[in-house]
């Protein structure tokens, strides 16, 4: 197992060389291992630290179904579902609507796999209490999912759904998230989930 320093800094390093070596690991090795400290640093008090995370968790992703493990991506999947989507931490579930967006953006995982494990989970955050998790919902789906070709194609059966909650948060109490839901991408200056704090 690697070590984790309590200093930042040394947690990035290591998140950053994790994502470089992931492939010299087994699938079932990253599972065992790399998973957990993945994990666990989604949750780190330091924002930079949790956006190399959330690139690791990507990463580690794009390993389970790049080698045919949809077994232990559909496993990895729950956990994420159950430790942020499900946090009673806001910032936790505004961590599942950037990693959501990181996966769709980077796509790292069949989208068929992400329509029935994750989608209905994000669109399910348009209720969430907290104002800014609703933002990045609206950004997660305007920015990134409408922009992909497989979404926004003719006879998708997931478009639907995604449409129908984008046009419901244009009229949220929120003006932010009546602003992000409403506002076309500016495709020139797209930035990446991981370019964004999650405080």
């Known amino acids: 197992m690697v070590p984790v320093s309590p200093n930042g800094g040394s947690k990035k390093q290591i998140l950053r060389q994790l994502i470089l070596i992931l492939e010299l690991y087994s699938p079932k090795d990253v ?3 790399l998973r957990v400290l993945a994990l666990m640093l989604c949750s780190d008090k330091v924002s930079e ?6 690139k690791l968790i990507v990463e580690i992703l794009r390993k389970f179904y790049a080698n045919g493990e949809s077994e232990l991506g559909i496993n990895f999947i729950n956990e994420l579902i159950v430790q942020f989507r499900h946090s009673p931490k806001w910032v936790g579930r ?6 959501c967006q990181a996966v769709v ?3 790292c995982m069949p989208a068929d796999q992400f329509v029935t494990h994750l989608l209905p989970n994000l669109l399910s955050l348009a209720s969430d209490p907290v ?3 609703r933002v990045l919902l609206a950004k997660a789906l305007k920015q990134t999912l409408l922009e992909k ?3 926004t194609s003719l006879g998708n059966p997931h478009l639907d759904a995604v449409e129908k909650t984008v046009q ?3 009229l949220d109490r929120d003006q932010d998230v009546r602003f992000f839901s409403t506002a076309e991408p500016k495709r020139h ?4 989930p991981l370019e964004q704090s999650v405080d």
Do not use: G, K
């Not at 505004?94 to 990693?99: H, L, P, R």
């Not at 200056?189 to 990446?192: C, E, F, G, K, N």
């Open 31 to 33: 599972y065992d291992y």
């Open 49 to 54: 630290v949790r956006w190399i995370a959330f």
């Open 94 to 99: 505004q961590a599942f609507a950037f990693i």
């Open 105 to 107: 953006q980077e796509e």
């Open 131 to 133: 104002p800014n998790v």
């Open 149 to 151: 070709a497989y979404f």
């Open 168 to 170: 419901a948060m244009q």
């Open 189 to 192: 200056l797209r930035s990446t």
